[in-house]
């Protein structure tokens, strides 16, 4: 099993450019989730499906749209890039929902997109 | 707003020694809370679990603690190694499993000297 999969590792836009990032899953996953990670700030949800066809806002979802049309991809697209959207960009998944908790996530290794 | 804390960027300590490292939590009340380890250009990878009912959880040389009253969580390696070398992150979650409540702290970063 490859886990989750971004495509691609790295990227440079220039500020207006658009772009998608890609995820893939093969582990039957039912929730997807984008986060993005800068120095000193820690990670923060962006977006999130709780299964194909669903997607919903995270903490910082300006700037960005998502699309769910098959269970196993989840894809991250920047409309117009802006240069404080320069971070590194991980997609994770999960079973979800586990009684009280949520199932541990499972994280790609991450697209680091400079916008300049 | 909800705060989470861990108590330093970074930890240096000597091998074969337990590292212990915090995780502070305000104006929150977590239904669980979880550790990753995350290496350099990789993303975090789990490695505990933790509900708020439970007070000590243990796997190998990790052990992890949850003190709902102090907003705390210590999570210990003993015996540390090198290969221990990595920043360690804390998240909290909420009731009800809404995807939207795992919040993640900035990490420590923990560097095992031989």
């Known amino acids: 099993n490859a886990g989750v999969t971004q495509t691609p590792k790295f990227r440079v836009l220039k500020t207006g450019q658009s772009m998608t990032l890609l995820c893939a899953q093969d582990?039957?996953?039912?929730?997807m989730y984008w986060y993005r990670q800068d120095p000193g700030m820690g990670l923060r949800l962006i977006h999130y499906?709780?299964?194909?066809?669903?997607?919903a806002k995270g903490e910082v979802p300006d700037g960005y749209n998502v699309s769910r049309l098959k269970k196993q991809n989840f894809l991250l697209g920047l409309e117009s890039a802006a240069p404080s959207q320069t971070s590194v960009y991980f997609c994770?998944?999960?079973?979800?929902?586990?009684?009280?908790?949520?199932?541990?996530?499972?994280f790609g290794n991450g697209t680091r997109l400079t916008v300049t | 707003s909800q705060k989470i804390e861990q108590n330093s960027e970074a930890l240096n300590i000597q091998e074969g020694k337990t590292a212990t490292l915090t995780c502070n939590y305000t104006?929150?009340?977590?239904?669980?809370l979880q550790w990753y380890r995350q290496d350099p250009g990789r993303g975090p990878v789990f490695l505990l679990l933790?509900?708020?009912?439970?007070k000590e959880k243990r796997k190998e040389r990790l052990k992890v603690t949850f003190d709902t009253t102090l907003k705390q969580s210590l999570f210990h390696i003993t015996a540390s190694q090198p290969a221990d070398s990595a920043t360690y992150l804390c998240?909290?979650?909420?009731?009800?499993?809404?995807?939207?409540?795992?919040?993640f702290g900035k990490g420590t970063k923990l560097s095992v000297k031989p």
């Open positions: 994770a998944s999960n079973y979800g929902n586990r009684g009280s908790y949520n199932s541990p996530l499972h």
């Open positions: 582990m039957n996953h039912e929730y």
């Open positions: 499906s709780v299964g194909e066809g669903t997607t």
């Open positions: 104006n929150y009340s977590p239904a669980y």
């Open positions: 933790i509900r708020e009912n439970e």
């Open positions: 998240a909290l979650g909420g009731y009800g499993g809404s995807q939207g409540n795992l919040i």
